[in-house]
């Protein structure tokens, strides 16, 4: 089985703008979750998709939004991009069920000037 | 939610086996140890997760204490492509089954 795929692997905005990443599941896996991460904060959770609900919601700002496609490709999506969002974007799927593992796939690096 | 301590570094001689340790004083009964590594800031892999029991697969060795207040990662082999950051998660119902990171080991195998 192909693995979780992430587009674009790199990218580079300026602040104020806004930009959309996307993440494309394991085969048959229903459940997306997305992390951001930071060299000062680490790994954090960012919220999670199944069955294009969000289930799970970390502690971010509104301008984080996501949404999942009835095929289970999720996209995350970030507006009026500030410094700080440069990071590493990380989606993970599981099967669905929530004690599932999760796989991840190699991230977007965004860097925002 | 549950939390993990880890050593912030370790060194392991490349052939020997390597010993990751995992403190969670305050997990609860349904709750799964997860371990996951970062090689140069990739994606996250998989490597092993438990409940009670010890568990084994290609990559690794979990051992598990019987209170589950600490665990162990086994590497038995560790070579160079070991090198990484190895996580330890606590993942069950109070953490939404998300998981939340700690600091993890930054596990350098020399030659």
């Known amino acids: 089985k192909a693995g979780v795929t992430q587009t674009p692997r790199y990218l580079i905005k300026t602040r104020g703008q806004q930009v959309t990443l996307s993440c494309s599941p394991i085969s048959g896996h229903r459940s997306v979750s997305w992390y951001q991460q930071t060299p000062g904060q680490g790994l954090q959770f960012l919220f999670e998709?199944?069955?294009?609900?969000?289930?799970n919601k970390g502690n971010f700002p509104g301008r984080f939004s996501g949404r999942q496609f009835s095929n289970s490709r999720s996209e995350m999506n970030v507006s009026t991009l500030e410094l700080g969002d440069s990071a590493l974007y990380l989606c993970a799927s599981s099967l669905g069920h929530r004690e599932e593992t999760q796989y991840f796939g190699p991230g977007t690096r965004l860097l925002v000037l | 939610d549950a939390k993990t301590t880890q050593p912030p570094s370790m060194d392991c001689a490349e052939g020997r086996a390597a010993n990751l340790p995992c403190n969670h004083s305050t997990i609860s009964g349904n709750e799964y140890v997860y371990w996951y590594r970062q090689i140069h800031s990739q994606g996250p892999q998989y490597i092993i997760h438990g409940l009670k029991n010890n568990e084994t697969n290609e990559m690794a060795s979990l051992i598990i204490t019987e209170d589950r207040k600490s665990s162990t990662l086994i590497l038995p082999h560790a070579t160079l492509r070991d090198t990484a950051v190895y996580y330890c998660i606590v993942r069950g119902d109070r953490s939404n089954y998300q998981l939340i990171w700690g600091a993890g080991t930054k596990l350098i195998i020399k030659p």
């Open positions: 998709y199944f069955s294009e609900t969000q289930r």
